[in-house]
C-alpha cells in the first residue's frame, strides 16, 4: 500500500533545481493516494484524509535494517552522524524523527508552491506545528505560534519565545514584546534548559535511526570529541537556531533585487511537501520524518520506544498524524531497556488510535482542526498582520494576539521580523495571480488587496524595486480601454476598503454560540487580546468555534463609474511607482531643480515667430528624424538610469502605462466635447511617450502603434478646437488647469528629458490656419509611423482611419483656404484684375483637395472622395467667378476664362459621379453632385445668353451652346424624385424652359429668311413655354414666374398675329391668347393669398410661407405684373371685339360668337372702368381680375380655341 507513490515520489534527487521546478510527480503519482482510497475507517468513525506529495528530495526508499536482540543503542555506529540522503539533505544534524522547525518555514513552502497559497489553501505549516495544534486539548505543554493570513490561507509558524527574548537581551530587538510578555503573561520568565534526559533520548534516537540504515556497520566506540559534537550540533540544531531569524533592520539587497528571499533563511528545506486534505480542511504540509520500504514492507515509519514506559495519547497522536500525513499505512515500533534493543512490533496506522493506554477518538481530533481553523479564520483577518497564538505551560486559555497593532505602539514597525516575509508573500501571490489575470478577472479584487497590504508593509526607502513594482501592478488592474464590467455582487459600502476578507472586527457579545470569542472577565489580562478560547476542551466540541463571520472570498473590487475616475486611479499607482523608481536612482543631485508642488509654465510662442504652418514643416522634419533615430535604439537618460536595471525597466512600464492613461482621459473628455481638457491630456500622453521615447532602447512596435493613436487623437482635437472658435476661453482656461498628481508626474518625466517632442502638436493656438495645419500633421505624423514600421499592413483599421481624418482634415483646410478666397473676391470692387493673394489661396485650397482626393481613393472610400472632387469642382467656379470683371456692365462679355473654369469645374463633378459609380452608393452625394453639375451647366448657359460673347463668336453658335448647356442642366436636375431638393430641381427645369422659349422667341423676333429655321424655333418656343408652365403650376411659392411666362406667350401670341392676314387666322390667335390669360387665374389666385396672409399677420413678420422674397419687393413685382397683364387683356379684348364685329357683319349670324362679342364687351367695359380708378388696392384689382376670368372662361366656353 502506497509502494508506487512514495517511491516515485521520492525518485528525483535534492536541490535546488528539482526544487525550482515543482514539477516532480507523474499524473500516475499523484493521483495514486486517490486509487488507494485514502479514506481510513477507525474505529467505527470515518476521518476522510488524502494525502498527496508535491514534492520529495528522499532518495528511493530501502528497507530499514532489523537490528539484532540485545544491540547496544547507547553505543555509536560507525556512520553516526555523516551525512546521508537516507535521512534527509540535512543527515548529520538530524537527530530524531524530525528537525525542530525554522521560524519562516511555511513562507519558504508559500514561495515554491505559490499556486496554491491564497486560493486552494487553508493551511502552510510544518507537520510539527499541525501536530502541535492538534494536541492542544490533551497537552499541558506551551503553545506559541506565529499566524499571517494571505487570501484565504493561514500560514503557521513556531514562535520560539525562548530563541526571541534571548535575541531581545543581546541586541535589544523585541524589547517591546518581552516586556508586554512579562507583564500581562509570565512575570518571571527565564530560560528553560533541556534535561539531560531529553538529550539522551535524542542521542539514542539517532543512533538508532543510523544503524537501521546501515546495518551491517559494527557498533564501534568513537572518539570523545563526537560526544561534543552531538550535544553541540544538537544543541544549534533544537535550541538555538540563531541564524535563521533575520535581524529586524538588516534587509539584504538581494531582496530588494529579487524579492525570492531565500538568504531570509525562506528556503523550503522539507524533505517532503504533500497536500494533505483532512476532512474538508486542505494543508499544504512539511515532513522531514524518514520512510523505509521494501520486501514485505512497502512504506512504514520506525520509532523506537522504552519498553518501560507505556505509549501515551500523546505519542499515539503523534504517529498517528504523521503516518496520515505521509500517507504510511504502517508502523514499525523497536522497543528497548536502557538502549538495549528488545523486539520489534508491527502496527497498522488504522490500529495506532486504539492502542492499550493510547485510545482517542478520530472524530475528536477532526472536531479539533475545523474548531481550530474556523477560529483562526475568524480572528486572523487581516493580511500582513502578524498574530501570535499562545498558550501558556499547564494553562487551559489559548489567546490571540495582533502583535503588528501592539508593535505599532512602539516607535518602528520594522522591528516585526515577518514584516518582510509576509509582504514578499503577498506580492508573490498577486504576481502569480496576475500572471492568471485574464483567466480570472473575479480575482483583481483580491490581487489589489494582496498588494495594497504588501505596500502598506514596506519602508518606502528601503524597498522601492518591491514598492514601484506592486503599484506598477496594481494600475494594470484596471482596464483603461473599456469600461469596468464588475463582477463582484458587493455591496459598494466596502469598494475602497483595503481590508479584505472580513469587516472590521467588533467585539462579540457573550453567548452559548460565540462566547468564548469575547475578551475576559480580567481586564488586566485580557484586553490586547484579540480572542480567546476560554478552555481547550472547547475544541472537541463539534462546531463550537464554527465561524459566523462571513469570510469573503475575495475583495470587492472599487466600482469606477467613469473613466475619469478609473484613469486617475491608474495615475495616483502610476505616480507612487515613479516616486519609487525616482528615489533609488543615487544621481539626485545631478538633476536639474525642480519643485514638484510648482506648475511648470507652459510655453506660448507668437505664430509669427514659430511660421505658422511653415514652422511645422521644420518641427515635422525633426520630429521624424528622431522617429527614425529611436528604430536604431538611441537611449538618453538625464537621470543616470543604467539601461537594464530594475529602475529602468520598472519606469518604461510607469511611463507606458501613464501615458495610456492620459490617452483615454483624453479621449473622454474629447466625447464630452472638453476639447481644452483633451488636448491638456494628450499632450500629457504625448509627454510621457516622448519619455519613453528618450529611455527606450529597442521601440516595440506596439508602441509606435500608441503613439500613431495618440496622434491621431491629437489631429482630432485640434480640429475639433479649430470648429469651435466661439468658446475659446472656456477651452483655453480648461487646457491650462493642472492637477498637482499631473505636475508629480511631469516632474519625474522632467528628470529623463525636456518633454518638448511633441510640442509642435500640443500647443493650443487661437489661429484657425494653425490649428488646422497642426490638426494635418499629427495625421500625417500618425501616418508616418504606420509607414515605416510596417504597423500598416497589421493595424489595417487603424491605418484607414488615420487616412479618412487625414482626408477630411485636408478637405477642411482646402474649404478654409476657398472660403478665404471667395471673401477676397467679394471684397474687390474696382480693379477687374484677379490679385496674387486670390491666386496663391486657389493653389494651397486646389494641393489640399487633390492631397485629400489621393487619401480617399488610397482607401477605396468613393464617398468622401466624390465630396472632394465635388469641393474642388466649387473651387473651379469661385475662380470662374473671380475672372468676370467687376467693371461696366453694359460692355461685359461671357470671358474665356470664365469658360475654361467652369468646364474645368464640370469635369470635377462628372469625377465624383464617377468615382460614386451609381446613385445606390450614396443617394445623397450623388443627389448633391448631380444638383451642383446641374447648376454649373445652368450657370454658364445664363452667363452666356446674359453676357453673350458677340464679340468673339456669332449669335447662332452662342445660341446652339446656350441650349446644350441648358439641356445638360436639365438632364441632371431630378425633377421626378420626392426629396427636399425636388421644388428647387423643379423651379431650376422651369427656368430653364422659360429662358429657353425666350431665347427661340427672340430668335423668331430678329431673324430674317429661312423659313424652315423659323417653324423650327417657333414649335421650339411654344413647347418650352408650355413646359415652364406647367412646371411652374406644381410650385406654391412662384406666382410671378408663372404669370410673367403666360404673358410672354400672350405676347408671342401677338407676334404671330401680326403676321397672320386672314381674320379665321387672327381671330383663332387671339382666343388661344384668351384662353392663355383666363389659364393665369391660378397665378392670381396665389397672389391673393399671399396678399391676404400678408395682411393678416403682423408688419415685422416676414415669415410668409410663400413668399420667397422679401414682401416689398414681391409687391412691386406684382403691380408690376398686374399693369402688363391689364394693358394686354384690355388689347386682346379690344382685337376680338373688333374682329368679331367685322366678320359678323360679312357673314350670316353665328349665335356662339354672338355670346362671345356679348362677353367679350361686357369685360373689357368693365375692365376700362377698373383702370380709370386709381384708388383701387392691389388686393381689389386682383379680385376683379379673377372675376373677369371666371366671366370670361364661361363666355368664351364655346369659342373656337
Known sequence: MGDSKEAGAEAPPAGA???????????????????????????????KSRAVVKYSSAPPR????????????????????????????????????????????????AYDFIDSVGNDVDVVSDSENIKKLLKIPYSKSHVSMAVHRVGRTLLLDELDIQELFMRSSQTGDWTWLKEFYQRLIDQKWQRKKKSKEHWYQKAILSKF???????????????????????????????????????????????????????????????????????????????NMPIFGGGRYPAVSLRLRDNNKPINVLTGIDYWLDNLICNVPELVMCFHVNGIVQKYEMIKTEEIPNLENSNFSTKVIKDIAQNILSFLKSNCTKEGHTYWLFKASGSDIVKLYDLTTLCEETEDKYQNPFTMPVAILLYKVACNMMMKKNQNKKHYGTIRTLLLNCVKLLDKSR?????????????????????????????????????????????????????????????????????IIKSVGELSVPEKYKSIHQIRPSCAFPVCHDTEERCRLVLSYVLEGLKSVDSSIKKESDLPAADPNTPIPLKYEDESTRGGPEGLEKQMALFLDKMGSLQKGNYSSQSGMIPGSWQHKMKLQLILKSSKAYYVLS????????????????????????????????????????????LTLCGDIQLMLAQNANNRAAHLEEFNYQTKEDQEILHSLHKESSCQGFAWATDL????????????????????????????????????????????????????????????????????SVSAAEQQLWKKSFSCFEKGIHNFESIDDATNAALLLCNTGRLMRICAQAHCGAGDEFKREFSP???????????????????????????AVWDSVNWELSTTYFTMATLQQDYAPLSRKAQEQIEKEVSEAMMKSLKYCDVDS??????????????????????????????????????????????????????FQLLKDAPCELLRVQLERVAFAEFQMTSQNSNVGKLKTLSGALDTMVRTKHAFQLIRKELVEEFDQPKSDETTPAAESSPSLNREEVVKLLSIFESRLSFLLLQSIKLLSSTKKKTSSNIEEDVVLKTNKQIYSQLLRATANKNATLLERIDLLIHLLDQLARGSGGAVQ
Open 209 to 287: 535511526l543510523y544503524y537501521s540504515i546501515n546495518g551491517d556497520g559494527a557498533a564501534q566506540p568513537v572518539p570523545a570529541a563526537t560526544e561534543q559534537q552531538e550535544s553541540s550540533s544538537s544543541d544549534q540544531t533544537n535550541d538555538s537556531n540563531g541564524p535563521s531569524w533575520p535581524a529586524p533592520f538588516e534587509m539584504p539587497s538581494s531582496v530588494s533585487e529579487d524579492p525570492s528571499a531565500s538568504s531570509q533563511g525562506l528556503k523550503n528545506d522539507f524533505v517532503r511537501n504533500i497536500l494533505w486534505t483532512f476532512e474538508d480542511i486542505h494543508m499544504l504540509v512539511g515532513s
Open 978 to 1031: 420626392v426629396s427636399a431638393r425636388q421644388p428647387l430641381c423643379q423651379y431650376r427645369a422651369a427656368t430653364i424652359h422659360h429662358r429657353l422659349a425666350s431665347m427661340y422667341h427672340s430668335c423668331l423676333r430678329n431673324q430674317v429668311g429661312d423659313e424652315h429655321l423659323r417653324k423650327q424655333h417657333r414649335v421650339l418656343a411654344d413647347l418650352h413655354y408650355s413646359k415652364a408652365v406647367k412646371l
Open 765 to 832: 493656438s487661437t489661429d484657425l490656419e494653425s490649428q488646422l495645419s497642426v490638426s494635418c500633421k499629427c495625421y500625417e505624423a500618425a501616418n508616418e509611423i504606420l509607414q515605416f514600421s510596417d504597423l500598416k499592413s497589421q493595424n489595417p483599421e487603424h491605418y484607414v482611419q488615420v487616412l479618412k481624418r487625414m482626408g477630411n482634415v485636408r478637405n477642411e483646410i482646402g474649404v478654409f483656404y476657398m472660403n478665404q478666397a471667395a471673401a477676397l473676391q467679394s471684397e474687390r470692387v474696382v480693379s477687374k
Open 463 to 531: 524597498h522601492p524595486q518591491i514598492i514601484a513594482s506592486a503599484n506598477y501592478m496594481l494600475s494594470e488592474l484596471f482596464q483603461l480601454d473599456e469600461p469596468k464590467k464588475e463582477e463582484s455582487s458587493e455591496s459598494p459600502l466596502n469598494e475602497n476598503s483595503d481590508e479584505s476578507y472580513s469587516e472590521e472586527e467588533e467585539e462579540m457579545p457573550d453567548s452559548d454560540e460565540n462566547g468564548s470569542y469575547s475578551t475576559g472577565s480580567d481586564p488586566s489580562d485580557d484586553n490586547k487580546a484579540v480572542a
Open 62 to 109: 530501502t528497507a530499514f535494517a532489523r537490528l539484532e536482540e540485545k544491540t547496544d543503542l547507547k553505543l555509536p555506529p560507525a556512520n553516526w552522524l555523516r551525512e546521508s540522503a537516507k535521512l534527509g539533505p540535512a543527515g548529520t544534524t538530524i537527530l530524531g524523527n524530525s528537525k525542530k522547525s525554522k521560524p519562516f518555514s511555511s513562507f519558504g513552502m
Open 17 to 47: 533545481a528539482a526544487r525550482g521546478g515543482l514539477s516532480l510527480l507523474t499524473q500516475g503519482e499523484s493521483e495514486e493516494p486517490a486509487a488507494q482510497g485514502s479514506a481510513l475507517f477507525l474505529g467505527g468513525n470515518e476521518v
Open 897 to 923: 476664362e470664365e469658360g475654361l473654369y467652369y468646364n474645368k469645374a464640370v469635369d470635377y463633378y462628372l469625377k465624383a459621379l464617377r468615382s460614386l459609380g451609381t446613385r445606390d452608393i450614396h443617394p
Open 667 to 710: 479621449d473622454a473628455a474629447m466625447s464630452l466635447q472638453k476639447y481644452g481638457r483633451a488636448l491638456r491630456y494628450i499632450k500629457l500622453a504625448l509627454q510621457s511617450h516622448d519619455t519613453y521615447c528618450c529611455l527606450c532602447t529597442n521601440m516595440l512596435s506596439e508602441v509606435l502603434l500608441f503613439l500613431s493613436q495618440y
